[in-house]
C-alpha cells in the first residue's frame, strides 16, 4: 500500500497513518480518445485503491462517545474496573482497536462486515455470515463474554473493544450489502469532488469529514449530534438486535449510499449534492449505533457493581 501525505487532525487526536484514497496520476486527455482525466485516472487506479475499514477512525470515537453519555453508574463503574479508572471508550486505543490489531489476528478479518446480497430484504445468517463469523453474530458473541463475570479480566477488556468498535461497523451501510463483487463498496471507483475514491471509503471517512467542517474533534462533534438526540428519538432508536441493525444499514446502503451509483465500471462524479444527501443518513446512523451501544454495555454489566 502506498504511503499517501498525511492528513490534519486536532492535535490532540492522533490518528495513526493509513491510506485513506488516491488521486488521479495525471491531468490533461488521452490523446486520441479525448477521455477527461478524471475518468482515465479512475480507469488506470480502479484496482490500486485501498480497502477501506469501518466506519473511519472518527466515527468510530464519535460512536464510542455518544454511548458514554448513556452509561449507566454500573456500567460507567464495570468499564472503570476493566480500563482503569481515567480510561474512555471514546479514546482510540478501544473505538479503533479491533482496526489496529487485524494485521495480526487474521482470524478477525470477517468479523467487520456482513455480506446481504443487495437484492435481499433481510439478513439471513445461514447465507450471508460465513463460518469465520460477520459482524452480526460477533456482536452477540463478544456482548455474552463481556457479561460473562467468570470470564478472566483480559478476555472481557478484549470483548469490550471487540463490542465497542463492531457495533459501530454494523452501522456503516456498505459494511451490510455486497454489490457485484464489489466489497461492500471497495471495488466501485468513483470521482469524489474530482478525486478518484472507492465509494466506502467515502462512507468511512470523507462523507463525515465533511459534515465535522465546524467540529472538526470528533469528541465535539459527537456532542454535538448527542444533543440532538431527543427522548422519543432514545426509546426509539435502541430497539432491535445486530441481526435487524444489519438490516437497516443494508437498505440505507440500496437506497442511499449506491443511489445514483450505477453498476457501470466508470461512475458519474459525486459531489455536494451526494454529501447532502447521504451526510444526514450518517449522522442518524452514527446516533443511533451510539445508543444502542450504550444500552448493550448498560446490560452486559448491569448488577456487576450494586452495593
Given at each position: 500500500?502506498?504511503?499517501?501525505?498525511?492528513?490534519?487532525?486536532?492535535?490532540?487526536?492522533?490518528?495513526?497513518?493509513?491510506?485513506?484514497?488516491?488521486?488521479?496520476?495525471y491531468k490533461g486527455r488521452?490523446?486520441?480518445?479525448?477521455?477527461?482525466?478524471?475518468?482515465?485516472?479512475?480507469?488506470?487506479?480502479?484496482?490500486?485503491?485501498?480497502?477501506?475499514?469501518?466506519?473511519?477512525?472518527?466515527?468510530?470515537?464519535?460512536?464510542?462517545?455518544?454511548?458514554?453519555?448513556?452509561?449507566?453508574?454500573?456500567?460507567?463503574?464495570?468499564?472503570?474496573?476493566?480500563?482503569?479508572?481515567?480510561?474512555?471508550?471514546?479514546?482510540?486505543?478501544?473505538?479503533?482497536?479491533a482496526d489496529d490489531i487485524?494485521?495480526?489476528?487474521?482470524?478477525?478479518?470477517?468479523?467487520?462486515?456482513?455480506?446481504?446480497?443487495?437484492?435481499?430484504?433481510?439478513?439471513?445468517?445461514?447465507?450471508?455470515?460465513?463460518?469465520?463469523?460477520?459482524?452480526?453474530?460477533?456482536?452477540?458473541?463478544?456482548?455474552?463474554?463481556?457479561?460473562?463475570?467468570?470470564?478472566?479480566?483480559?478476555?472481557?477488556?478484549?470483548?469490550?473493544?471487540?463490542?465497542?468498535?463492531?457495533?459501530?461497523?454494523?452501522?456503516?451501510?456498505?459494511?451490510?450489502?455486497?454489490?457485484?463483487?464489489?466489497?461492500?463498496?471497495?471495488?466501485?471507483?468513483?470521482?469524489?469532488?474530482?478525486?478518484?475514491?472507492?465509494?466506502?471509503?467515502?462512507?468511512?471517512?470523507?462523507?463525515?469529514?465533511?459534515?465535522?467542517?465546524?467540529?472538526?474533534?470528533?469528541?465535539?462533534?459527537?456532542?454535538?449530534?448527542?444533543?440532538?438526540?431527543?427522548?422519543?428519538?432514545?426509546?426509539?432508536?435502541?430497539?432491535?438486535?445486530?441481526?435487524?441493525?444489519a438490516g437497516e444499514s443494508?437498505?440505507?446502503?440500496?437506497?442511499?449510499?449506491?443511489?445514483?451509483?450505477?453498476?457501470?465500471?466508470?461512475?458519474?462524479?459525486?459531489?455536494?449534492?451526494?454529501?447532502?444527501?447521504?451526510?444526514?443518513?450518517?449522522?442518524?446512523?452514527?446516533?443511533?449505533?451510539?445508543?444502542?451501544?450504550?444500552?448493550?454495555?448498560?446490560?452486559?454489566?448491569?448488577?456487576?457493581?450494586?452495593?
Open positions: 500500500m502506498r504511503n499517501l501525505p498525511a492528513m490534519k487532525h486536532p492535535p490532540h487526536y492522533s490518528v495513526p497513518a493509513r491510506s485513506r484514497g488516491l488521486k488521479p496520476a488521452m490523446e486520441g480518445r479525448l477521455i477527461p482525466a478524471c475518468l482515465a485516472g479512475a480507469l488506470f487506479l480502479a484496482l490500486a485503491l485501498p480497502t477501506a475499514y469501518g466506519w473511519g477512525r472518527e466515527g468510530h470515537v464519535i460512536v464510542a462517545r455518544i454511548a458514554e453519555d448513556h452509561l449507566t453508574s454500573q456500567a460507567k463503574a464495570g468499564i472503570a474496573a476493566l480500563l482503569g479508572a481515567q480510561s474512555s471508550i471514546a479514546g482510540d486505543a478501544v473505538a479503533n482497536w487485524r494485521p495480526h489476528r487474521r482470524e478477525s478479518k470477517t468479523w467487520h462486515y456482513v455480506n446481504i446480497p443487495f437484492g435481499a430484504d433481510h439478513y439471513d445468517a445461514k447465507r450471508d455470515c460465513p463460518p469465520a463469523g460477520c459482524v452480526v453474530d460477533r456482536i452477540g458473541h463478544f456482548a455474552r463474554v463481556l457479561a460473562d463475570k467468570k470470564a478472566g479480566q483480559e478476555t472481557r477488556v478484549e470483548a469490550l473493544k471487540f463490542l465497542v468498535h463492531f457495533v459501530g461497523d454494523v452501522h456503516q451501510p456498505l459494511h451490510c450489502i455486497e454489490r457485484d463483487n464489489d466489497r461492500g463498496g471497495n471495488e466501485c471507483t468513483v470521482i469524489f469532488f474530482h478525486e478518484v475514491r472507492n465509494l466506502h471509503w467515502i462512507w468511512d471517512d470523507e462523507l463525515i469529514r465533511r459534515r465535522m467542517h465546524l467540529y472538526p474533534d470528533p469528541i465535539a462533534f459527537a456532542d454535538r449530534l448527542d444533543k440532538r438526540i431527543t427522548a422519543t428519538q432514545t426509546a426509539e432508536f435502541t430497539k432491535g438486535d445486530a441481526a435487524s441493525w443494508h437498505r440505507a446502503a440500496r437506497e442511499v449510499a449506491y443511489a445514483g451509483v450505477p453498476t457501470t465500471r466508470i461512475k458519474p462524479p459525486l459531489a455536494e449534492d451526494y454529501v447532502r444527501h447521504c451526510g444526514p443518513v450518517a449522522e442518524n446512523l452514527l446516533m443511533k449505533a451510539g445508543l444502542r451501544l450504550a444500552r448493550m454495555l448498560n446490560t452486559a454489566f448491569e448488577g456487576e457493581h450494586s452495593r
